[in-house]
């Protein structure tokens, strides 16, 4: 059997393609800094002394990582739309990633806010640091360091997950190859095309936090462990 493929035919529809993946990049961003949020949100709330936020945000991480991205999708879609609240595919989209990557985020600042010793803690108490002081400085910065490689990764991860919101509308980079393989019986092509973008897209992404840990880790950057 001859296979006869046919790039310039799909090449055709660039204009769509970049379309899509600037529109994939926007979503990865955007939930990127909110689940970011978040999920340092859910992680402080891990370690609350109060027992209701410590539950809550124990029940949060633990639905969201034990249900698939695409249901956590359908259920803002058509829940927000069942209470009257009609959002457009793009912001549905933005916000059920940043509830998804924030309780993978919560798990991960988790692990970076137990390596913290707690003499060092201690140590900063003694100094008669302020509770803010001792949380950002000592806490929080050096905690966000030991664990950049696995939020960098995830960070990533969320946006090739992205493609999934393709099933609500969201003329992500999937969106657009389904439309283009419908209309030029070129699946092959075509998936072959994203396949490369997504690559593309999630290179630039690395190198995007490469330096960003650069400018936020200097002590990293003068060890050459930026990642």
Known sequence: MNIELDFPAVLERW????????LTLELAFLATVSG??????AAVGRGAHSRLITRICKVYVEAIRN???????FLVYFGLAS??????????????????????????????????????????EGLALSRF???WHIILLPAVEKVYPALTSQFVLLMLAS???SQISAEELTAV???????????????????????????????????????????????????
């Open 83 to 124: 209470i009257g609240l009609k959002l457009s595919a793009f912001t549905v989209a933005v916000v059920a990633l940043t509830i998804n990557v924030g309780a993978y985020t919560a798990e991960i600042m988790r692990a970076g806010f137990e390596a913290i010793p707690r003499g060092q803690i201690e140590a900063a």
């Open 15 to 22: 204009p769509n393609f970049l379309g899509g993946a600037i």
């Open 163 to 165: 493609s999934v919101c």
């Open 67 to 73: 249900t698939p991205l695409l249901v956590q999708i």
């Open 133 to 135: 002081q001792i949380y």
């Open 177 to 227: 190859a389904n439309y283009v393989q419908s209309d030029t019986y070129r699946a092959f092509e075509t998936y072959i095309i994203v396949a490369v973008l997504y690559i593309l897209l999630s290179l630039v992404m690395r190198a995007g936090f490469w330096g960003l840990g650069l400018v936020l880790f200097p002590r990293r950057r003068r060890l050459g462990t930026a990642l």
């Open 36 to 41: 970011a949020l978040l999920g340092t949100l």
